[in-house]
């Protein structure tokens, strides 16, 4: 497996390796590897402190499976895919054994490095229906090295619930809202914590709620003060936003966990 970064320069600082062993594991790092179907992008761990996010919707199985196999094989500490079935994770697991795969989001994580969880992120989620793109966001907050809680079923039908809630929603350093139907809970939530919300719509409702797009619009046209709204079912994309948000002030420099 190839070192990371940080691990080259260390071993080189220790004297364990030599220069020319040291520039040849970075150039690997720095590097895109052609696979015919796709151009991994191995520089990202460097440049993001993140391995790319394999996107498996519409890949064929062993597609995705060979491009999560030459993330870990080239070292990334976390590699995660989403929207795969299980068979994708099958294939994985018999080369990595650290993969897991949850399968209401359809998430592939493997965590080659697990990093030590620092400060607080909370999932809120409207409904239990709202639970794939929530526990999407869960998952991966969790594999980037970030204490994560996950509240289920606190929609605004029955604001008691949520209210039952507010010592973990003032705890938290950031709160993601997941919300289909309407996406009342974004605004709710920003009108009562003083901590960013990242709100994110998930397709669940009836007709007019058009398959994520009126909590779309409702978020984006929210009165509270501190809302940032994500695509559709984009759990993942929020997850990494709150990451960051969440490693700021704790390592310093804003970076993933996974990264270090």
Request: proline fraction near 4%.
């Amino acid at each position: 497996m190839t070192l990371s970064v940080r691990s080259v320069l260390e071993a080189l600082a220790r004297g364990e390796i030599g220069v020319d062993q040291a520039l040849t594991q970075l150039r690997r790092r720095l590097d895109t590897e052609n696979l015919g179907f796709a151009r991994i992008d191995h520089q990202r761990q460097l440049r993001q402190g993140v391995a790319e996010v394999v996107y498996g919707e519409g890949k064929l199985a062993e597609e995705s499976i060979a491009i999560v196999s030459h993330l870990c094989s080239r070292g990334a500490p976390v590699v995660i895919a989403t929207r795969v079935g299980p068979e994708v994770y099958t294939g994985v697991s018999r080369e990595f054994p650290n993969a897991a795969y949850h399968p209401r989001p359809r998430l592939l994580v493997v965590e080659q490095e697990p990093s030590a969880s620092v400060g607080n992120i909370v999932i809120a989620a409207a409904g239990t229906t709202d639970l794939p793109v929530a526990e999407e966001a869960y998952y991966v907050a969790q594999a980037l090295g970030n204490h994560t809680q996950l509240i289920v079923d606190v929609g605004v039908a029955g604001i008691h619930r949520l209210l039952d809630q507010m010592d973990a929603l003032t705890e938290a350093n950031v709160v993601i809202v997941v919300a289909g139907m309407e996406g009342a809970l974004a605004s709710v939530v920003g009108g009562l914590v003083d901590r960013p919300v990242l709100a994110v719509p998930s397709p669940v409702g009836y007709g007019a709620a058009f398959e994520g797009v009126t909590a779309l619009l409702a978020m984006l046209s929210s009165c509270a003060l501190g809302v940032g709204v994500f695509n559709i079912g984009n759990g993942v994309g929020a997850a990494f936003l709150a990451s960051k948000i969440n490693h700021l002030g704790q390592a310093g420099d804003g970076r993933p966990q996974a990264a270090r």
